[in-house]
């Protein structure tokens, strides 16, 4: 099962192709090719590339220094620009000949100028020879559509992540925090990460500090259900400071089938969340490469029995929210 298994259900290059024609394809973008860049090189050393509505700051659009060279990343220093428009050559041209004339500063003979876009360019090639023939920079790459989808394939957490974004979601695993949004929506804004870490601060600090402390692994939480321990798990994560919050929210998956666990086990970097079923748990004891966090109903042998939510202090959080009880 895990030579043949592929991850169901997720973004094709048409798929690619069509956000990358939506409006909001423009500051999703840096997002995209930050959790990219992250997956295929980890140990990264220097990775500045603001999304969303940090997209119109001054200076370029990304920069990464890499120890390696992998499928989207140039080994050495980099910069990036991006453009999301029709006219994917018109922009290069642009960024090419607006950081050729002033570098801020780069060094741009051992540089290497990186320009992406998610829309399909057949001249992209001859445009990137063209440009690296006048041997101004280190070197010249365009990353297109059909490069985007090649990196894709080969980092299925965020192939998993970008299929949820364009709505494509896998039937198979799915993120933590799409998990989250399922989970807390019936509740309409009152079920809250604040009300299920009361009485629970000290445990959400021990989670999160063992998750760093043991990539690899198997926590046991002892629980009265799988939702508890996952609700628990995004809650604990979600009070981290901002910059590991987000290490370890990109990194959190829950899996729904044992062949998913199997073809995940193979890839690197991952922190999966398995819902307890009996089908997942055999496969999940044998899953080396990842941190994975399973309930248990035995307090014995878990390595935490999560402590439960004080009735007092819940009923006046609701209170303070607003809702009546008897």
Do not use: C
């Not at 020879?129 to 559509?145: I, Q």
């Not at 894709?152 to 979601?169: M, Q, R, Y």
């Not at 604040?194 to 629980?223: N, S």
């Amino acid at each position: 099962m895990a030579v043949n298994y592929r991850l169901p259900h997720l973004a094709t290059l048409q798929d690619i192709e069509a956000w990358g024609g939506r409006v909001a394809s423009r500051s999703q973008l840096p997002n995209l090719i930050r959790r990219l860049v992250l997956e295929e090189v980890p140990l990264v050393t220097h990775l500045d590339m603001p999304g969303d509505e940090d997209v119109d700051l001054p200076g370029y659009d990304g920069q990464v220094a890499s120890p390696r060279k992998s499928l989207l990343v140039p080994e050495g220093d980099s910069i990036w620009e991006f453009g999301t428009s029709g006219d994917p050559g018109g922009k290069a041209n642009k960024d090419y000949k607006k950081r050729t004339k002033d570098p801020l500063g780069a060094d741009i003979s051992v540089t290497t100028f990186v320009f992406v876009t998610p829309q399909r360019w057949p001249g992209a090639a001859a445009w990137a020879s063209k440009k690296r023939a006048e041997g101004k920079w280190k070197d010249v790459v365009v990353v297109t559509s059909s490069a985007i989808l090649t990196s894709l394939e080969a980092a299925p957490n965020t192939h998993i992540w970008f299929s949820e974004l364009v709505g494509i979601p896998s039937n198979a695993v799915m993120t933590l925090s799409r998990w989250w949004e399922k989970f807390a929506a019936p509740t309409k804004g009152l079920l809250t990460t604040e009300l299920l870490l009361l009485g629970r601060q000290e445990a959400a600090a021990r989670l999160t500090k063992r998750i760093q402390q043991h990539e690899r692994g198997h926590t046991w939480v002892q629980a009265p259900s799988t939702d508890d321990v996952l609700a628990f798990v995004f809650a604990a994560i979600w009070s981290a400071e901002p910059e590991l919050r987000q290490s370890l929210i990109e990194k959190s998956l829950v899996v729904f089938e044992p062949g998913a666990l199997m073809f995940l086990d193979r890839t690197e970097g991952l922190l999966i969340l398995v819902p307890f079923d009996e089908s997942l748990v055999r496969q999940a004891d044998l899953t080396t490469n990842h941190h994975v966090i399973l309930r248990s109903s035995d307090s014995g042998s878990s390595w935490m029995s999560l402590p439960s939510v004080p009735i007092v202090d819940s009923a006046k959080l609701l209170e303070a929210a607003g809702v009546e009880h008897d």
